[in-house]
C-alpha cells in the first residue's frame, strides 16, 4: 500500500505561486503514473496532471501552461509547480499513485487563491 503526504498549500493571491508537493512511503519509480487532482467546495474531484514513469506529462486544459509536474524519483516526490494562480483554483488539491490498477490517495491540502 502506497502512502501519500501532500504539501505545500496555502492562502496566495491572484497571481501568486505555490508549488506544492507529495511524498510517497516507497519508491516511486515502479509506480505507473503519479499526478494530481482537486476538488472545489461544491463540485466534483477533477484531475489536474498526470506524470508517467517515464517522465511524460498531461494537463488539464484549464491549468495548461500555468501548472508544471515534476518527480523526483530519488527522493519519492512528486510536486505540482503553480504559477498564475487564479480564484477558480482554489480547491482540495490530492496526490494520486497508481500502480498496477490501483489508485492511492493522499490526504489532501488545501489551496486557497484571494481575488
Known amino acids: 500500500q502506497v502512502q501519500l503526504v501532500e504539501s505545500g498549500g496555502g492562502l496566495v493571491q491572484a497571481g501568486g505561486s505555490l508549488r506544492l508537493s507529495c511524498a510517497a512511503s516507497?519508491?516511486?519509480?515502479?509506480?505507473?503514473?503519479m499526478g494530481w487532482y482537486r476538488q472545489a467546495p461544491g463540485k466534483q474531484r477533477e484531475w489536474v496532471a498526470t506524470?508517467?514513469?517515464?517522465?511524460?506529462?498531461n494537463y488539464a486544459d484549464s491549468v495548461k501552461g500555468r501548472f508544471t509536474i515534476s518527480r523526483d524519483n530519488a527522493k519519492n516526490m512528486v510536486y505540482l509547480q503553480m504559477n498564475s494562480l487564479k480564484p477558480e483554483d482554489t480547491a482540495v488539491y490530492y496526490c494520486?499513485?497508481?500502480?498496477?490498477?490501483?489508485?492511492?490517495w493522499g490526504q489532501g491540502t488545501q489551496v486557497t487563491v484571494s481575488s
Open positions: 516507497e519508491n516511486i519509480f515502479s509506480i505507473n503514473a
Open positions: 494520486i499513485a497508481i500502480r498496477l490498477l490501483q489508485n492511492y
Open positions: 506524470i508517467l514513469s517515464g517522465g511524460s506529462t
